[in-house]
């Protein structure tokens, strides 16, 4: 069983920044595709960035340029670092690991951009 941790959200101004960073248990992560989603109340929930075994990213249109998913591999950690935050970014951001036939989730943080 994969627990997945995520740490370092919270409230930040307009225009801020935050990094998340979520912590995994168990064996060969390097081997899992990891992402991050957000859910916003009375909205369903969003892919915000993954980023595959071998580096590679991609995001949501809503974020590109604002947002950096990476990974470390050697420390089964994956973050995200937002910055140019704005009021539409709020949201509960959960990590999610896939592969190998298994999907698991955090059990989330809150951001929330308000002035």
């Known amino acids: 069983q994969v627990q997945l941790v995520e740490s370092g959200g919270g409230l930040v101004q307009p225009g801020g920044s935050l990094r998340l960073s979520c912590a995994a248990s168990?064996?060969?992560?390097?081997?899992?595709?990891m992402g991050w989603y957000r859910q916003a109340p009375g909205k369903q929930r969003e892919l915000v960035a993954v980023i595959t075994s071998g580096g590679n990213t991609n995001y949501a249109d809503s974020v590109k340029g604002r947002f950096t998913i990476t990974r470390d591999n050697a420390k089964n950690t994956v973050l995200l670092q937002m910055n140019s935050l704005k009021r539409e970014d709020t949201a509960v951001y959960y990590c999610?690991?896939?592969?190998?036939?298994?999907?698991?989730w955090g059990q989330g943080t809150q951001v929330t951009v308000s002035s």
């Open positions: 999610n690991q896939a592969g190998r036939g298994t999907v698991y």
């Open positions: 168990g064996s060969r992560f390097s081997m899992y595709v």
